[in-house]
């Protein structure tokens, strides 16, 4: 059970927009940037958004992150093929340590 | 180009250790840290812990301090992590990745992965 909240899964057609959200409290992302990664099968996770909301040289600006208090999104628009994967969100808690959500598996039907 | 290069796939016998290594090029080793995450067949991702590779400082997760050890060598610029009485919940790919030199920040290069299988 992870501490950090995601849906298991999200689902949407080509061309559409979609959110996955990541909730903690105040120990974690409430007071600490977030990251996320992508994670196609069979393949090392590939960070998609550092600081809550930057993106890394490489990345297209079809994702785009944030966060609000104890929560965080992701969202992807113009959704294509390639997309699908599973999605983790990341902080850090109070002892610098490194907390994972659970992951969210994104289907493009 | 930044990249981390892991060892290759081992299989353990419960009991027995495995040691990792994660060779690093394409930036300045001392300027960075690294982290290790593993993933269990199907399960999501579980962060180990890390050291800097600037002074070789380690903070690991709680669930793993006194059978984890991680190690780095500033000649070669790779990391190691090792990892003692494994159990057959230990298998997983391993993977390290670049994080920040003073403390944990994001994960922003990832090795291939390294398999471990533990079984008898």
């Known amino acids: 059970q992870s501490v950090l909240a995601q849906p298991p899964s999200v689902s949407a057609a080509p061309g559409q927009n979609v959110t996955i959200s990541c909730s903690g409290d105040?120990?974690?992302?409430?007071?600490?940037?977030v990251s996320w990664y992508q994670q196609v099968p069979g393949a090392a996770p590939r960070l998609l958004i550092s600081?809550?909301?930057k993106r890394p040289s490489g990345i297209p600006d079809r994702f785009s992150g944030s966060k609000s208090g104890t929560s965080a999104t992701l969202a992807i628009t113009g959704l294509q093929t390639a997309d699908e994967a599973d999605y983790y969100c990341a902080t850090s808690d109070n002892t610098l340590n490194v907390l994972f959500g659970g992951g969210t598996k994104l289907t493009v039907l | 180009q930044v990249q981390l290069v892991q060892s290759r796939a081992e299989v353990k016998k419960p009991g027995a250790s495995v040691k990792v290594s994660c060779k690093t090029s394409g930036y300045m080793f001392i300027s960075y840290g690294v982290s290790w995450v593993r993933q269990a067949p199907g399960q999501g991702l579980e962060w180990m812990g890390w050291i800097s590779g600037y002074d070789g400082k380690t903070n690991y997760a709680q669930k793993f301090k006194g059978s984890v050890t991680m190690t780095m060598d500033t000649t070669t610029s790779t990391a190691y992590m090792e990892v003692t009485s494994l159990r057959s919940d230990d298998t997983a790919v391993y993977y390290c990745a670049r994080d920040e030199v003073y403390s944990v920040g994001w994960l922003d290069f990832w090795g291939q992965g390294t398999l471990v299988t533990v079984s008898s």
């Open positions: 105040s120990s974690n992302i409430g007071n600490n940037y």
């Open positions: 600081d809550s909301n």
